[in-house]
């Protein structure tokens, strides 16, 4: 892993020639610089794996910013469930923010794939510091039944699910999805909340990409996508 300081104007590094600065000797030229991560070259096997980490970076994609909202949307509902020393207020904000969150993701988010629900449900763990499960152990009835029935019963999943990039290799990749994504403006960048060191994690990886787990799920897609062509 490099360091390097550079000010980023556009999502990638210098892509055409009005993204030079042409400097006349004797000129002064002075530049604000701010500090970023620049990630190794990824180290794949072959070319098909080269397109089973691009469906994966899709299945990422799409998991995120339902993630960053609902992360965003449990801590402040927790934090403001701490400040309200009523039990009947706090039962009304609570049952506001449900209503928004199943107005908003309910149909969407039953719509993702097991494996974009997974996703969602570790990306929860990796931007609030707890498991869905943990997030939700101490609300009403209500909002339970939306996690469960939206995720957990629909993708066959558990809500107790976490986000290890230091140990799982499906958690390494969506991480390395999203650091590279951040970079180039692709996604909003939000902080992770757990404690872990990307910069070392993919360094001891050699930049090693192991996509070997979803051959198969790409294949079964792969195979859905040719039959509804053909109906």
Same mark, same amino acid.
């Not at 969602?120 to 943990?134: C, D, S, Y």
């Not at 152990?137 to 986000?163: D, H, I, Q």
């Given at each position: 892993m490099l360091s390097f300081s550079q000010k980023r104007e556009t999502s990638s590094l210098l892509d055409n020639i009005d993204e030079y600065v042409l400097v006349k000797p004797g000129d002064t030229l002075t530049v604000n610089l701010n500090e970023f991560s620049l990630l190794p070259k990824h180290k794949f096997n072959s070319r098909n794996d080269i397109r089973y980490y691009l469906w994966f970076r899709r299945k990422v994609f799409k998991a995120y910013p339902f993630a960053q909202i609902a992360s965003q949307k449990l801590e402040s509902l927790n934090a403001r469930l701490e400040e309200m020393p009523s039990k009947r207020k706090r039962k009304k904000h609570v049952k506001l923010v449900q209503k928004y969150v199943e107005g908003e993701f309910?149909?969407?988010?039953?719509?993702?794939?097991?494996?974009?629900? #997974?996703?969602?449900? =570790?990306?929860?763990?990796?931007? *609030?510091?707890?498991? %869905? @499960?943990?997030?939700?152990?101490?609300? #009403?009835?209500?909002? =339970?039944?939306?996690?469960?029935? *939206?995720?957990?019963? %629909? @993708?066959?999943?558990?809500?107790?699910?976490?986000?290890?990039?230091?140990?799982?290799?499906?958690?390494?990749?969506?991480?390395?999805?999203?650091?590279?994504?951040?970079?180039?403006?692709?996604?909003k960048a939000q902080e992770s909340k757990l404690n872990f060191d990307f910069a070392k994690i993919i360094v001891q990886r050699k930049a090693k990409v192991n996509v070997e787990q979803y051959k198969l799920m790409f294949a079964k897609n792969k195979k859905k996508r040719t039959r509804k062509k053909k109906k």
């Open positions: 309910s149909d969407r988010i039953k719509k993702m794939t097991t494996t974009e629900g #997974r996703i969602l449900i =570790k990306l929860i763990h990796r931007q *609030t510091g707890k498991t %869905v @499960f943990n997030n939700i152990k101490f609300l #009403r009835s209500g909002w =339970k039944a939306f996690w469960y029935n *939206t995720t957990a019963n %629909v @993708f066959k999943l558990s809500l107790k699910t976490e986000y290890h990039p230091e140990l799982e290799n499906e958690d390494f990749l969506i991480e390395d999805v999203l650091q590279r994504a951040f970079q180039t403006d692709k996604l």
